[in-house]
């Protein structure tokens, strides 16, 4: 057998699959694409499934969708803000098809689970509310935009999106999925709260008119898009209630006058959107087992890095309400779900061709009644009875998808009949699959697993990340769980990443191959990556958090969740004359203590990957020398040997000029260290990258996989870069630090840009008292939430700072106090702009004076926010030397707060310098520095 060469591309990837065909090898294309229409057999992402997407319960769903036409898009600004139980009751209880439009990916928002923040967190927010997708039975797609933190207006988040950016993704998601009817979580107006959730609410109306106009966006038609204009438009009653203060803004916590506005009929209004439609998602599913809204929230819960992880709510009625803002068909005040006066039926697709309705009712008149033939044949434990006439459904739909190519209608009728037929042709692919329990297993080989228990389990652990150049080989097994025979037509992998096989051939024989009731088809390819392989890597980036939008490397990928998979399955089974597709994402297994056998996608990834961490920092101006670490990681399958260097700025030197890495097998990774003497130094930027060499290619770029336990990777690429700044910054001589860490920040490490080496502390450092070798002892971001202990052992820092020590805490959310003397968070206020003014109320205050003098100009050049965590109310031996506040708001003065305490000192700190310290932001080195020197400034002792 020969090599097939994958085409790969980053938009649609191609592969040629083996067909045995008579005992003759043949061809067939296999094509992957991101899917964003929504009109394809999607592969399964991993192996762990949801018992409501497989079997008796998924075929039961399966059905539901068959004898409807119903489709409905939900636009949001974040992950989260979804309303889950409107979307599972739609996709679920009555079948549409249903996708979610997420503006942003949560960039930034806060992190319960780990240490990623930014792009990074955005990718961790992606997975997860894939994961909550999963559980809602909806498609996805995203928008351009970043979540650059918390906006208090709408017009903050335009001027940092901009307004035909966040309309062009609208516009191109609903022209993709063509969706019936659109919907909204947020209004439009303030009683949304956040200022990018009042974006969301816009689009959602504005793109009623604009997705249906040809002159909006006209490169999007040039690319061969139609134009689509949705039926209706609804957006959920206000978020927060109207009365008779008017209506209440949670960003501002203040109320204002009831004033909404309509972005379809350009209208205002005083009166407060009324109720159209009611969801009621406290509704039990029997398919389910519970109610919609519970089914959902096991989704919501997924999304642990913003929850911390969530139960499910008592069964009980729980309705929304939803207000519609435009229709285009004639419909009564009060209707009974989002579609009234829609005609959902299959035979409403002809209203797609006015002018050829009859063949088309006559051919989906045909459809509908073979899905009614199969729901009343259909039983749970004989899900197999409904096969037949799924059959039939399948082949009439392939025949009028074949009329309908070939008639005389419009090109405009022809796309947007051939988009529903698509999707119907998808469903009822599903349906068979689920009703003959048919199941692809696809995987990387490991060694062989020996001894008696080897047949219990899963296989060896696998390697989780290819590298270009590299030779394996993917298990494939095909399983049919019904009573019925299926014959195997074609096997193969598509590939993102430009891979070829071959079929060994091993177990295949020739002819076809018929799967009996019970039995597997096991297949073995060889695969073989090119020396040029596209690494997997999302295909949005930015230079950097300045800029509050991605750019997409491939125009095809715009809307698209993350990059294609480096290697998917696929196959096609014949059952009774019609093709049947299933398909995987190759996987990778590897066991993880208290979580089993854990199965991820595999990905494909440098050789080598080079980093320097952190990315950002500062260099004092009176430094003769820094310290700058190359984190080199290999990926090679066996010994990696090369050479890692400093491209420096001119003057710069640094010793070595040159090291050698050594790394033994894949996944070992070595920091080396680099002594960098710099030129004449000034206030201004220096940028230095590590260069490692490997087999005579430069490695410039290394990557983080960002997650934790349970989630799906994913892998953030970043130039191996550090961003330095000349900073006029002093600190105290000889300062021995303690450090214990919250839920995730990388102050500790930025501390090394100062010359100081924190120690990182332990729980059981802070309960048993070891603390009194330390000047200070800095708490991490959250860090009572990380550590449910903490709170019990609060004497022990109390205690210590008593005794001559500097306690700094890092902001906290939640029920709060925990110092010397007593404060209160109340709401927790934050200040979001990063440009608010700062008033220095004591300027004379030692942590604004000693050693650097602290002026309003530090506070320039901030990113995301002045802080979070803000307090509201504390004792007079409390001083609050700065106040901030973003316009609008009442004065801040809680950001920071400083106590003496016996012979030492208490600090909360609410200021973001766990945002601004890996930035290099000069200024937050400067203030910090004076709160880590604060036990050796001879005005405090």
């Avoid at 992880?309 to 803002?325: K, L, T």
């Avoid at 307090?871 to 400083?898: C, F, I, N, R």
Wanted: with cysteine.
């Amino acid at each position: 057998m020969t090599s097939k060469r994958v085409v790969a591309g980053l938009a649609a990837v191609s592969v040629m699959a083996l067909v045995v065909a008579g005992g003759v090898l043949s061809c067939q294309e296999l094509r992957e694409t991101a899917n964003l229409a929504g009109e394809q057999v999607r592969p399964a992402v991993g192996v762990q499934k949801i018992a409501a997407n497989e079997g008796s319960a998924a075929l039961w769903q399966s059905l539901v969708k068959l004898r409807t036409r119903a489709s409905l898009m939900m636009i949001v600004a974040h992950p989260d803000d979804e309303d889950g139980g409107m979307l599972t009751y739609e996709a679920r209880g009555q079948g549409a098809h249903v996708a979610m439009l997420t503006l942003t990916r949560g960039e930034g928002g806060q992190n319960l689970m780990s240490a990623d923040f930014d792009d990074a967190l955005g990718l961790v927010r992606t997975q997860e509310l894939l994961a909550a997708g999963r559980y809602m039975g909806i498609d996805q797609m995203w928008g351009t935009e970043v979540d650059f933190g918390f906006s208090k207006t709408k017009e903050e988040a335009l001027e940092n999106w901009g307004h035909d950016r966040v309309l062009y993704d609208a516009v191109r998601a609903v022209r993709l999925y063509r969706p019936l009817v659109v919907t909204a979580v947020f209004v439009g107006g303030i009683t949304d709260g956040h200022g990018q959730h009042q974006v969301s609410g816009e689009m959602a109306q504005e793109v009623f008119d604009a997705a249906g106009d040809p002159k909006v966006f006209p490169d999007q038609i040039a690319a061969g898009l139609m134009p689509w204009s949705p039926l209706k438009v609804y957006a959920r009653e206000p978020f927060f209630s109207v009365t008779s203060k008017g209506m209440y803004d949670y960003a501002t916590g203040k109320y204002a006058p009831s004033r909404f506005y309509n972005y379809v009929t350009k209208e205002w209004t005083t009166e407060s959107p009324k109720a159209n439609v009611t969801v009621p998602e406290g509704e039990y599913s029997p398919v389910l087992g519970m109610t919609y809204l519970q089914f959902a929230r096991m989704g919501l819960g997924l999304q642990k890095s913003q929850n911390g992880g969530m139960g499910i709510p008592a069964a009980g009625r729980f309705d929304v309400s939803y207000h519609r803002y435009a229709s285009r068909v004639k419909t009564g005040e009060e209707e009974k779900g989002f579609f009234d006066s829609v005609d959902v039926s299959l035979g409403g697709m002809s209203a797609l061709a006015p002018g050829e309705s009859n063949f088309l009712k006559q051919d989906l008149g045909k459809i509908d009644g073979l899905v009614g033939q199969a729901e009343a044949v259909y039983k749970i434990a004989a899900p197999e009875r409904t096969a037949p006439f799924l059959r039939d459904g399948l082949k009439a739909t392939d025949e009028l998808i074949a009329k309908v190519e070939a008639s005389g209608l419009t090109a405009r009728e022809k796309y947007d009949l051939l988009h529903e037929l698509r999707v119907k042709r998808m469903q009822f692919n599903d349906a068979i699959v689920h009703a003959l329990g048919l199941s692809l297993r696809a995987q990387v080989v490991g060694k062989a697993e020996t001894g008696p228990f080897a047949r219990f389990g899963d296989g060896a652990d696998t390697f989780v990340t290819a590298v270009p150049g590299q030779s394996f080989a993917v298990k494939m097994l095909v399983v049919n769980g019904s009573k019925v025979p299926v014959t195997l037509k074609a096997a193969g992998l598509a590939s993102s990443a430009g891979a070829t096989y071959e079929d060994s051939g091993a177990k295949a024989g020739a002819g076809e191959k018929t799967i009996v009731s019970g039995l597997a088809f096991e297949d073995l390819f060889q695969v073989k990556l090119p020396a040029d392989a596209a690494v997997t890597r999302p295909p949005f980036t930015r230079p950097g958090i300045e800029q509050a939008y991605y750019d997409v490397s491939d125009p095809a990928m715009r809307n698209a969740s993350l990059a294609l998979p480096a290697l998917t399955a696929w196959v096609t089974v014949d059952y009774d004359g019609v093709d049947v597709k299933l398909g995987q994402e190759v996987q990778t297994l590897h066991r993880v203590t208290g979580l089993g056998t854990v199965y991820e996608p595999l990905v494909v990834a440098p050789a080598i990957s080079v980093a320097v961490s952190p990315s950002a920092g500062v260099v004092p101006l009176t430094e003769k020398t820094l310290m700058v670490t190359a984190k080199v990681k290999s990926n090679v399958k066996g010994t990696a040997t090369g050479t890692v260097k400093l491209e420096l700025p001119k003057g710069w030197t640094a010793s070595p000029e040159q090291a050698e890495f050594s790394l033994v097998k894949d996944g070992d990774s070595v920091d080396v260290p680099f002594v960098v003497t710099p030129g004449k130094m000034a206030e201004t930027a220096y940028t230095m990258t590590a260069v490692a060499s490997y087999e005579g290619k430069e490695y410039r770029e290394g990557y983080k996989t960002v997650g934790y336990a349970g989630l799906l990777p994913a892998n953030l690429y970043r130039p191996a870069t550090y961003r330095a700044r000349g900073a006029d910054v002093k600190v105290a001589p000889g300062l021995k630090v303690g450090y214990l860490p919250g839920t995730g920040d990388e102050v500790q490490a930025s501390l090394e840009n100062l010359g100081v080496h924190a120690t990182t502390l332990t729980m059981g450092d802070v309960a048993g008292g070891k603390l009194s070798g330390y000047d200070v002892v800095v708490l991490g971001v959250r860090a009572y939430a990380a550590h449910p202990g903490l709170a019990a052992a609060n004497g022990q820092l109390l205690q210590y700072a008593k005794n001559g020590g500097v306690v700094i805490v890092q902001y906290n959310l939640g029920n709060f106090d925990y110092g010397p003397y007593s404060y209160s968070l109340g709401d927790a206020e934050k200040v979001v702009d990063e440009r608010a003014p700062v008033q220095l109320l004591v300027p004379e205050s030692p942590v604004l004076s000693w050693p650097n003098k602290i002026t309003e100009r530090d506070f320039d050049g901030w990113v995301e926010e002045r802080g979070h965590g803000f307090m509201g109310t504390w004792d007079s031996q409390y001083v609050a030397p700065l106040e901030t506040h973003d316009p609008g708001q009442d004065p801040q003065k809680g950001g920071l707060l400083v106590a003496k305490t016996g012979k030492g000192a208490y600090v909360y700190l609410a200021l973001a310098l766990y945002r601004e310290l890996p930035e290099g932001v000069p200024g937050a080195y400067r203030l910090f520095a004076n709160l880590l020197s604060l036990g050796k400034n001879t005005a405090v002792n």
